[in-house]
């Protein structure tokens, strides 16, 4: 018998139900979350075109265009337990849409006197589009939530670790001195910036639709305006300048922002699963019995949250360009590029809203190891360091002698595996210039990582003038 925590059944799909890893009870919570899945799921969708169907009623019976008598009737017919799912679904692979027999449905529920004024000077796209938005607008209110609690947990983190000396590194290889603080605020700001875009995406792509069959509302008139202003005021929505049938900007710069902060978190989740490798051992995963382990290997902890948001995120950004195509929409109304949508955009906020969890999770639980990031720091003996010595001679000698002097060192103790400081002092041009103690303050890496308290403060918004 399957069974979940705590006891009760889990339903496992058998070829009939479930394909896609966000609908299947196994994977579906390691790849999204139940909040968002409930936005794009069958019942939220339909949900919503009744939600839009009943406000333009009201907007238009208020404008005198139906008559203000019908109006509760076809409200209280834009319910979920009044529509016949599978009559719905079998309606839609009809006709291949589903408003149309939406619409039937509602109309017949609604009653004789009432039904025939149900989606009055509306066209399939008007009632499909405003429900995206509305989605749009849940999806963005869900990851907002999620993202200013990962923000500032990145912030916690930044803030504590803000003078936590460790390797910087370039192409692979240690470079200079930072702090694991600067790291988290280079994220942080990134991060933030994403928090602006998704915030001004909405406010683009959260928009009404009410334009009729080519756009112009010539099936409504004048009044038309008016039902549009209206019916956006009601369901808390913008007002376009003009319909947005063909006009899918909005809705591929809203996926594109999924993309750009699905891909700052895998690459965070990359920072954390590289520093986790064994030999460099800097951070970690925070540790539950049995997570990340192995069917073979008793010793293994993998990082295996920051894997989950690494891969979802493959994803959502191959998302985008198809977002992109999805623009090319033909004439008035277009011939499959809006189909594109009914796959792309729903997949692209789950797996993002379930990689923003993810990346909670994962912040929540850092473990941060300084004492590793200062052995890492000696084990180059020095090298790390070779740049603030060149400095130092710069003046000196100038600093392209200075830079050929210093990188000599470097390779005699690299080859030779000594430390820099003894080829630095058994090079006389070093040697007659800086004393032991001089050198040895220069290698001392804690001394050598500039500005970066600095920076951290400036992201952190407690710099001092």
Known sequence: MNGAPGG?????????GAAHP?????????????EMRAVWS?????????????ALARAEAAVGLIPPEV????????????IDLTALKQGTELVGYPILPLVRQIACAAGEAAGGYVHWGATTQDIMDTATALQVRDSRRLLEADLRRVVTRLEQHAREHRDTVMAGRTHGQQALPITF????????????????????AGARAELVEFAGA?????????????????LAADLGLGVPPIAWHTSRDGLAEFVSVLGLLSATLAKLAQEVALLQRTEIAEVEEGYVPGRGGSSTMPQKRNPITSEAIIGASRLVRQMVPAMLDAM???NERATGPWHTEWLALPEAAVLTHGIVARARELLDGLVVHPERMRQNLEATRGLINAEAVMMALAPLLGRQRAHD?????????FERGRPLRDELLADPAVAERLSPAEVDRLLRPEQYFGLAGTFVDRVLGTARS
């Open 8 to 16: 009760e059944p889990l339903a496992l799909s058998d070829g009939a």
């Open 22 to 34: 966000l609908d299947s009870a196994l994977y579906r919570d390691l790849f999204g979350t139940a």
């Open 42 to 54: 069958d019942l939220g969708t339909v949900q919503r075109w009744l939600d839009v169907e009943a």
């Open 71 to 82: 109006v509760p009737a076809i409200e209280a017919a834009c319910a979920l337990d009044r």
């Open 181 to 200: 603080g600067y790291k988290l605020a280079v994220y942080l700001a990134e991060l933030r910036r994403h928090q602006e875009r998704l915030a001004a």
């Open 214 to 230: 080519a756009g112009t509302l010539a099936s409504v008139g004048p009044a038309g305006l008016e039902v549009q202003r209206r």
């Open 328 to 330: 090319l929409h033909d």
């Open 405 to 413: 002097i210093v990188y000599a060192a470097s390779m005699r103790a």
